[in-house]
């Protein structure tokens, strides 16, 4: 049996995301395990979700230290003690330092929930729709120092609609999450993903699609 990608999960709120990727394990399709969740939150969803599927959980409170870099210090010290290969943020309300990104080089991986270069930082589904925006999406992309500025792995789009709200975009982009994130921890358990430059390569690559997508449609309806 070929050793599986241990990943160390990162979340600060319900873990809707984090559930994914527990459920892409226990069915096989993702050949990895979770060795521990992680949350700055005691009250996090995604704490009782870990404990309900026999994870390993850990609270780290955030509010108990006196910088960023002693919290992330903190947060590197239990990953190792894990034995963690990679670091996906789940829906992780912090922004991580050097001293994190230099302890996991390469291996720290975040989800998005808009098409970025566009929208990044926070509530990027109301100014998706206040922009006028006539798609946005999700994006699985590596860390950097930046706010969501690090290679793009994989990414889904979503139509924005004319009645669309905050929420109701938001809810779709999720099920798209929900795809797409287990599929790039995959990628990177296969050791698949190349970063060059700012493009990260699939090797050997994967079917590319070749269809165009507009919003309104160019051809009228039948």
Do not use: W
Not at 13 to 40: F, H, K, P, Y
Not at 161 to 171: C, G, I, K, Q, R
């Amino acid at each position: 049996m070929s050793k599986k990608l241990r990943i160390g999960a990162l979340a600060s709120g319900g873990g809707t995301n984090l559930q994914a990727i527990i459920d892409r394990c226990a069915d096989g399709s993702l050949d990895a395990e979770i060795a521990i969740v992680i949350s700055n939150n005691p009250d996090a969803g995604a704490l009782k979700r870990a404990e309900k599927a026999g994870i390993a959980v850990r609270c780290i409170d955030h509010r108990g230290y006196n910088s960023r870099e002693s919290f992330d210090q903190a947060v590197v010290d239990v990953l190792r003690e894990a034995g963690v290969e990679l670091v996906a943020l789940a829906g992780f309300m912090r922004l991580i330092t050097p001293v994190f990104l230099d302890a996991f080089e390469g291996r720290v991986i975040n989800i998005h929930p808009a098409l970025l270069p566009a929208f990044p930082g926070l509530h990027v589904q109301r100014k998706a729709i206040e922009y006028g925006a006539k798609f946005s999406g999700c994006t699985v992309h590596f860390v950097d120092n930046g706010v969501d500025t690090g290679p793009i792995i994989i990414q889904a789009v979503v139509p924005i609609l004319d009645d669309d709200t905050e929420e109701s975009l938001a809810a779709r982009i999720l099920e798209q999450e929900h795809r797409i994130y287990p599929r790039a921890i995959q990628l990177f358990a296969e050791g698949r993903l190349k970063v060059v430059d700012r493009r990260v390569i699939i090797d050997p690559p994967l079917e590319q699609p070749m269809a165009a997508l507009a919003n309104p449609p160019v051809e009228p309806a039948a």
